[in-house]
Structure formats: C-alpha cells, structure tokens
C-alpha cells in the first residue's frame, strides 16, 4: 500500500524557473492539500481541493497554481519561482475534512537559487 | 496574528517525567482540534483529536477549553521516543486547518 507520495524529494533550481511538484495518494480520499513548513511559520495552507476539479485557495495561495484533473493527483505548481518559496512543501490527504485525519507525504525540500 | 500560537520550546525533561503543552488559538469558529507529531525531517502524523470533554490515548492526555480558546497535551511517564515536534492544530470551516509552529521536546535518558 503505497499510501501518499511526493516527487521530487529534494529539488535545487534557479528563480524565475517554473517547477511542478508532484503528490500521489493511492486511497481515493477525496480531499488533498498543499502546506509549506517554513521555520518560525510552521505549517502553513497554500491550497486545497475537495475532489477533483474543485480547489480553493488557503492562506499562502500567491505565486502557486494547482489542478486536479484525476483524484489521486494534486500537482502543484511555482509558476516562477522566487528565493522566498525556499521551504519544505507536504502534501496531505483526507477521506473527509473537518474531523478526519490527515495523511502526510514525506515532503518535498525546495532550494530557490 | 497567527492563528495558532505555542510555545516553542524546547522542553528538556528527564524519562519518566510529566509534561505538559498548551496551545492557544484565536478564532472562536474554530471547529475540530489535533495534536500532530513530527520528528526531525519527517512528514506530521496525528497523535491524537481533541475533544471538548478531554480524551486519553494511553500516556497521552488532551484537554480543550474553549471558553479560554485554549487546547493541552499532557504527556505522562515520557519515553525517550517521545522526542519530537508536537504540532496544534485547529480546523476552522471544515476546510481550513491550521497549524501551531510546533513547541520540541527532549527527553532524555
């Protein structure tokens, strides 16, 4: 049970560059987000969806674009990235939202040069 | 402000010690709470839900009081794998989590 994955793990790039970070979860939940975890920040929303073809902005939507054409993918895209998108960016499910658990990715570990 | 605050430690307690963390959060429409667990450059996992009567899980205790917007995480007879992050966590409208920075604990031998 592969669960939920993320790809790249580790990715170095330059700025203006665009780059695509991939999550992949293999339970059909019908809810994913995107965090970032910066430090003195904790995690913070950058945006969710609630089943594929819906999304919705979080708290930190500015300089990302998502989309989910198929329920077990939620790509997100820097559309050109910028030093201060340096962080650690998590993917999550859920089966539901409100009271139900959230699954982590292992993270992916931005670098903007 | 920030949505969720917490201390963030470290808190560096000896085995078999009690602590205790608390968590403030700032909106009353808050509506679900969790503590997570994070170890060092690993992805968060739930530790527990909060409920408003308090809830236990083993050596974990957690308490919500929501008319002082305030959420704990007790933590008795600590192990050396207690050593982690632990992350607040408050939902608001469903479809907004917010998360705590995380307050560090050390246990040590």
């Known amino acids: 049970d592969a669960g939920i994955t993320q790809s790249p793990r580790y990715k170095i790039t330059e700025t203006g560059r665009q780059v695509t970070l991939m999550c992949h979860q293999t339970?059909?939940?019908?809810?994913m987000f995107w965090y970032r975890q910066d430090l003195g920040h904790g995690l913070r929303l950058i945006y969710y969806s609630a089943a594929a073809d819906i999304t919705d902005k979080g708290e930190v939507p500015d300089g990302y674009v998502v989309s989910r054409s198929k329920t077990e993918n939620f790509p997100l895209t820097l559309e050109s990235a910028t030093r201060s998108q340096t962080s650690v960016y998590f993917c999550?499910?859920?089966?539901?939202?409100?009271?139900?658990?959230?699954?982590f990715g292992p993270g992916t570990r931005l670098l903007v040069l | 402000r920030k949505e969720v605050e917490q201390d963030p430690g470290p808190f560096n307690v000896p085995e078999g010690a009690t602590v205790a963390f608390n968590c403030t959060y700032s909106n009353s429409a808050s509506q679900s709470f969790f503590w997570y667990r994070q170890d060092c450059r690993k992805e968060p996992k739930l530790l527990m839900s909060v409920y408003s009567s308090g809830n236990e899980d083993g050596r974990f205790t957690a308490q919500l009081n929501r008319a002082s917007q305030y959420i704990s995480l007790l933590i008795r007879d600590s192990k050396l794998s207690d050593s982690a992050t632990y992350l607040c966590v408050v939902n608001i409208n469903f479809n907004k989590f917010y998360f705590g920075s995380g307050t560090k604990l050390n246990v040590k031998p």
């Open positions: 999550a499910s859920s089966r539901d939202t409100g009271g139900e658990t959230q699954y």
């Open positions: 339970w059909s939940h019908s809810y």
